[in-house]
């Protein structure tokens, strides 16, 4: 049974263009999170909510948003689609609590975004 | 703020060679320690971890040992196979906000093993 999910695992699709990735984690997490990845492996987070709540924020266009139904689901909204963001994103949750046994991500499979 | 800097790659070996993969970190509170892998075409998963200072991960025949004293958490493998193929990632984290653990990455080192 696959702790995160996201769905598609590729997108292509044209600039201006509009599109969603979901992602669902069945582990019991408070926060989940999105993160993308360059062509170099790079990793950067982008957001994080605990709880539906929207705790980290960090210099993303606001062409992204992200959007938690319920604590169990972030999905990722992207607007006006540009070359620039094509890379692979990656959903993530974790516990939350105080102590060292809430700090370990678990990721999704990724989803990789090419814009034509 | 975090960072964590971790040795460029390509590290490129034999089967059966000895693998050290070196990270430093900086960070404001007292982290825990982490590596992650990533295998082609999936996912991060976590390879071990160290919460306090002098603590060993391991798994996987792969080591880390947190040492406070140079801030480091270099990977080690004695004898690394074809499998092992893939990019690392060193990361930390501590308790940013109440709760949250926000991590903070390294660059990723990939490891190329050949026959």
Known sequence: ????????????????????????????????????????????????????????????????SPKS??????????????????????CASSAWGRGTTYNEQFFGPGTRLTVL | GNSVTQMEGPVTLSEEAFL?????????????????????????QLLLKATKADDKGSNKGFEATYRKETTSFHLEKGSVQVSDSAVYFCALSDDASGGSYIPTFGRGTSLIVHP
């Open chain 1, 1 to 64: 049974d696959t702790a995160v999910s996201q769905t598609p695992k590729y997108l292509v699709t044209q600039m201006g263009n509009d599109k969603s990735i979901k992602c669902e984690q069945n582990l019991g997490h408070d926060t989940m999170y999105w993160y993308k990845q360059d062509s170099k492996k790079f990793l950067k987070i982008m957001f994080s909510y605990n709880n539906k709540e929207l705790i980290i924020n960090e210099t993303v266009p606001n062409r992204f």
């Open chain 2, 20 to 44: 050290t993969i070196n990270c430093t970190y900086t960070a404001t509170g007292y982290p825990s320690l982490f590596w992650y892998v990533q295998y082609p075409g999936e996912g991060l």
């Open chain 1, 69 to 90: 139904p319920d604590k169990a689901h972030l999905n990722l909204h992207i607007n006006s689609l540009e070359l620039g963001d094509s890379a692979v994103y990656f």
